[in-house]
């Protein structure tokens, strides 16, 4: 099938090379030239692992095109639109105005039947709007339909999630429309991924139902954390006995310093926002506890470092380890981690942060931080290391020589990265959210 991805981010990228890899021609489409000239290449501009082989496969293969002109687009059968939904400045819903724009700018290229998928995370209620838009617009009026199919991908994770996705939700206003989504995804059908066929408002509120589930999930537990370090309890133990519970599962249940990126925090935000305009404030208040609990972590995690340094942060050297939101991501969207560095420089602490990904991103978003290329030179003179993502390397860092390095052996682990007995073996004054009395 001939298809187009309008919008190459972190789902678009992944969602075309995907696309291409299961034998469909392929062209993504971005406005932005710095995203389109890597690609072009076969190079994602982010890190995203394994995602280079299948663009660099796809784009050699002559299945996978890039352009920054949306003509490019003219032809195809299937249409994704997979732009950013960012939260609105100013407000807790989500900004939709690239989706109108991506669709107001294919409408007068809809000359024969096709039909446009949803795949952005929207507001319930806007598939129904676009799908009123477009047949206004296009020349092939009815004959253009709309359909919501929600991606579920994880960053660090996209291409696994992409190619082996837990399920695959069709929303959808008639059988031929299903049936189209059933011809671009059969090689994922035929694997065994379930498919579940809904109406468009429950695609649509599919994705964000999940991501509010995973952000409540992971403020309940943080407030199991914060009710550990009172009750001098260990949360570490107390997830692997809530995990053991079939009915709870392992999954989600790392406390620290809170979640972070470009989807739970604006999606949990944006879902109180539209619950509001239906009418469901009062029950949506439990998301508005979500989100609070959610900021506390970063603020209980600045205040256990002011302590940790007798109250005074000026000029004392502090060592972040970390600024993605997440391990195996260079991502530093709504990242707590680098929250928490700029808010302690901003009191006038001297922050210097490592991270393995994310280094040039941080540097972007804030151009005023110190940051060192490796765990060494940013624990130099530190009086504190705060570990804030949870990165595989952080786990092996040699707790003896670090202490070496240091001015002080303080350590706050922010992720329960770190194994406390070791740390403490080795000297250290060891801190962990959620892990017993300070
Ligand atoms: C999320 C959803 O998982 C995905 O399905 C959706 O499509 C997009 O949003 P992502 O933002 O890539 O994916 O990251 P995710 O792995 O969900 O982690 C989100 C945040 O929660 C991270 O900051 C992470 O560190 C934090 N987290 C995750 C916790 O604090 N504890 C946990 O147990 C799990």
Redesign the pocket.
């Known amino acids: 099938m001939l298809v187009s991805v309008i919008g190459t981010g972190y789902l678009g990228a992944t969602h075309a090379a995907c696309l291409a890899a299961c034998g469909h021609d392929v062209v993504g489409v971005d406005s932005d030239p710095g995203r389109i000239e890597p690609l072009e290449h076969g190079r994602a501009p982010f890190h995203e692992p394994h995602l280079d082989e299948l663009l660099d496969r796809g784009v050699r293969a002559g299945h996978l095109r890039f352009s920054t002109d949306v003509h490019d687009a003219a032809g195809a059968e299937v249409h994704f639109l997979c732009v950013g939904t960012p939260q609105r400045t100013g407000s807790r819903a989500a900004d939709i105005s690239a989706v109108h724009a991506a669709a107001a700018a294919l409408a007068p290229l809809l000359t024969r039947p096709c039909l446009v998928v949803g795949k952005s995370t929207v507001p319930v209620g806007t598939a129904r709007e676009l799908a009123t838009r477009l047949r206004r617009d296009a020349p092939a009026g009815e004959d253009v339909h709309v359909a919501w199919n929600p991606?579920?991908?994880?960053?660090?994770h996209a291409v696994e999630d992409s190619l082996r996705p837990d399920r695959l939700v069709f929303g959808v206003e008639a059988d031929e429309d299903d049936q189209v989504l059933r011809d671009v995804y059969v090689e994922m059908i035929n694997g065994g991924v379930p498919v579940v066929r809904t109406d468009l408002a429950t695609a649509e509120l599919a994705?964000v139902s999940?991501?509010v589930m995973?952000a409540a999930r992971?403020s309940l537990?943080n407030l199991l954390a914060e009710v550990c370090e009172a009750a001098a309890a260990d949360i570490g133990d107390l997830t692997t006995v809530l995990g053991l519970d079939e009915r709870i599962g392992p999954?989600?249940?790392?406390?620290?310093v809170?979640?972070?990126?470009?989807?739970?925090p604006k999606d949990t935000r944006a879902f109180v926002a539209r619950a509001e305009e239906l009418g469901v404030a009062g029950p949506a208040a439990l998301l508005r506890d979500v989100d609070a609990i959610n900021m506390r972590q970063r603020a209980r995690t600045i205040d256990w470092t002011v302590a940790l340094l007798d109250g005074r942060v000026q000029g004392r050297r502090i060592a972040v380890l970390g600024a993605a939101?997440?391990a195996d991501?260079d991502d530093v969207r709504d990242s707590?981690a680098l929250d928490v560095a700029a808010t302690l420089q901003a009191r006038g602490a001297d922050v210097v942060v490592h991270d393995p990904k994310a280094a040039a991103n941080a540097a972007r978003a804030k151009p005023g931080l110190r940051i060192a290329d490796g765990v060494e030179a940013a624990c130099q003179g530190a009086e504190v290391v705060l570990v804030l993502t949870?990165w595989e390397e952080f786990r092996g860092i040699d707790p003896v020589s670090l202490l070496d390095v240091v001015a002080r052996p303080q350590v706050l682990d922010g992720r329960l990265t770190l194994d406390p007995h070791k740390w403490r073996a080795a000297g250290w004054d060891f801190h962990a959210l959620g892990r017993g009395a300070r």
């Open positions: 991606e579920f991908l994880r960053e660090g994705k999940a991501n995973l992971i537990v999954h989600f249940l790392s406390p620290g809170g979640y972070g990126g470009g989807c739970l939101f997440k991501s707590p949870d």
